[in-house]
């Protein structure tokens, strides 16, 4: 008996202790593993996540008032200012203040103040992100009233501060629009392009011209304060500081009053002026029609009225001196180098003219309708002769005329800045018109070229620097906007032209203004001058394209000057023939004050140069 309690005593104790050592096994196991857990949490919060949670933390206590830099100013050839800036006070808020309790106040204060719906403020600060630590600029460009009633309302409008910033300003408007082009905030799109080259939200950017060209000199470096605050936000002190660096200033080639007279010639006539040094390509005035006013891109918010001005059915923002159009007879100068330089005619040749000439049973007639009798080149220039020419690009051939015509420069981008907004042109070739039309070329085609007709498509640029080959003894020039003091020779290309083939150039087209469609320029207000007309059709029932080109003086010239006129009818010497003698008049008188006589001013009787024939 004895023995079995001893017995059952003793099992119950062995069981009881078997338990408890699983139990302390258990406890041992799992503090382990919770041990290790934590362990292996704070390794990864202090290894892997540290820098991010201290850039968090750092973010809650410290915040960055950025100061935006200026952008370089724009200097005309002379030192003229062209493009500076103005400082005008704008609202910034920080990234959350969305998300505070008093928003529920400030938003609708601040629309109604603003005049911006709360939906768009609210937008731009959830685009900056939570975790930033910079100021989002939310209105720009305050009226005295804005300031006014921000300041009235300023202990409902908390966490809303204002300050000035550096907003671009054109004191010469209009008349540099196409040139200058403009600045404005980048889009989304363009921000998230940009970000990688350390744009950020509110950043204005160059949106074309030499804004957009020249983006990387002008625009400058960020600065700003580090600023310490507390729970509440408010600054406690400044911990840094770096100085915002200004953009570098740009000295361009163009040359205000030539730029100003060029506008003043073309006026309300939808077409452009481009004057250019004939000798190095340096641009002096590049003008568009219709135009805009660069400024109105700095505002905030642009008006209706400020939306028409550039999204009219003319497209303003459009650079007619890069777009392009039929030549029409201004290409007679490449007919003529294509007939000289081919060796199938010489300086001394002379052909007859006639009221038409019909080629594989298609009439192309003679502007007069009559010809001009026999004529030598010079005189074919002066008079215009279609029939003349007509003879010259039959026999060269339409290989000959496409691949003098692609030497001096057509059918490809001149190479200025403005490399987005310029058109190459055209050269239709037999490969071109296959794929257009599915048909050969043709002798009318070759025909048409070579009196600048058919699908063949020059911009005025291109055009002035084909002036500028006979003008400066046979070279292709570059044309661009940044004055250097390279010489001459760094900026053109000889196309290895005949000496007889320059000087028979440079003969007719000084008899165009002596004696032929170009007499408005034969005036003693300017030096010696040397052109070419043209009137290219633009199609059934719409008006003709005008143009006039001209360099000057004609014996060593330093500027060529073209004017077009897109579908203003009339003919080229009569139209663009007076625009071009304004701008050559702004010039020398100019550059050479009392060396000759002043233009007439407007509103007196006019007796000189007003002759000469109005056809091409």
């Known amino acids: 008996m004895s023995i079995l309690q001893s017995f059952k005593l003793g099992g119950k104790k062995d069981t009881r202790t078997v338990g408890r ?35 968090r933390a750092e973010a809650n206590r410290i915040r960055i008032i950025s100061k935006q830099p200026e952008r370089g100013n724009i200097f005309d050839r002379n030192g003229k200012l062209l493009a500076s800036t103005r400082y005008p006070r704008s609202v910034y808020l920080w990234p959350m203040a969305h998300t505070k309790p008093e928003w529920s106040i ?30 989002v600029r939310i209105a720009r460009d305050l009226n005295e009233a804005q300031i006014t009633a921000l300041k009235e309302y300023e202990t409902e409008l908390k966490n809303v501060e204002i300050h000035t910033e ?66 509440r936000g408010r600054p406690l002190r400044v911990l840094g500081e770096k100085e915002a660096k200004a953009g570098n200033d740009l000295h361009l080639t163009v040359d205000i009053n030539v730029q100003k007279a060029a506008a003043k010639a073309l006026g309300t006539t939808k077409g452009g002026i481009v004057a250019i040094d004939p000798r190095n390509g340096a641009v002096l005035a590049m003008v568009s029609y219709p135009t805009f006013d660069p400024n109105i891109f700095s505002k905030q918010k642009l008006s209706q009225k400020d939306w028409q001005s550039v999204q009219g059915k003319d ?77 010259v690009g039959r026999r060269v051939g339409g290989p000959t005329l496409i691949e003098w015509s692609r030497k001096y420069g057509f059918g490809e981008r001149t190479g200025i800045e403005f490399a987005s907004e310029e058109s190459k042109g055209l050269v239709p070739d037999e490969s071109w018109k296959q794929k257009a039309w599915k048909i050969p070329w043709t002798v009318g085609d070759t025909i048409n070229m070579s009196i600048g007709q058919g699908a063949l498509q020059v911009t005025p640029l291109q055009s002035a620097i084909m002036f500028s080959v006979p003008a400066n003894g046979g070279y292709r020039v570059k044309p661009h906007l940044l004055k250097d003091n390279e010489e001459a020779k760094n900026w053109r290309t000889s196309l290895n032209m005949k000496p007889t083939t320059i000087k028979v150039l440079r003969d007719g087209l000084r008899k165009v203004v002596t004696e032929g469609t170009g007499q408005r320029l034969n005036v003693p207000t300017i030096a010696p001058s040397s052109g070419k007309s043209g009137t290219a059709e633009a199609g059934t029932g719409r008006p003709n394209h005008t143009w006039f080109g001209a360099y000057s003086p004609s014996d060593k010239p330093e500027i060529a000057v073209v004017a077009f006129g897109e579908n203003s009818g009339g003919h080229g010497g009569t139209d663009c023939g007076p625009m071009v003698l304004q701008v ?33």
């Open 166 to 231: 550096a907003v671009r300003y054109y004191p010469h408007g209009q008349a540099l629009g196409h040139v200058l082009g403009y600045t404005r905030e980048l889009t989304a799109d363009q921000l998230k392009e940009r970000k990688k080259d350390g744009y950020r939200l509110g950043d204005v950017i160059g949106q074309m011209g030499v804004e957009k060209a020249y983006e990387k000199t002008l625009r400058g470096e960020w600065g700003g304060q580090q600023v310490e605050v507390d729970g």
């Open 21 to 55: 050592s699983f139990q302390s096994i258990f406890f041992i196991i799992f503090t382990a593993v919770m041990m290790t857990g934590v362990a292996a949490r704070l390794a990864y919060l202090e290894i892997v996540q540290g820098p991010q949670l201290r850039k």
């Open 106 to 135: 400030v938003a609708p204060r601040l629309s109604k103040i603003l005049e911006i719906p709360t939906q768009d403020i609210e937008e731009k600060l959830i685009q900056a992100g939570p975790n930033s630590s910079s100021l």
């Open 584 to 616: 050559l008049e702004a010039y020398f008188q100019s550059k050479y004050p009392g060396k000759y006589q002043k233009p007439v001013v407007e509103g007196e009787a006019k007796t000189q140069g007003s002759g000469g024939r109005t056809g091409d």
């Open 315 to 391: 497209h303003p923002l459009v650079n007619r001196t890069l777009s392009a159009f039929p030549p029409a007879s201004t290409y007679k100068i490449i007919t003529t180098t294509a007939g000289l330089e081919s060796g199938k005619f010489t300086p001394d040749t002379v052909l007859q003219t006639f009221g038409s000439l019909t080629v594989g049973g298609v009439t192309f007639g003679e502007w007069n309708h009559a010809g001009f009798g026999p004529l030598g080149f010079p005189r074919a220039m002066a008079m215009s002769s279609d029939t003349f020419f007509y003879q």
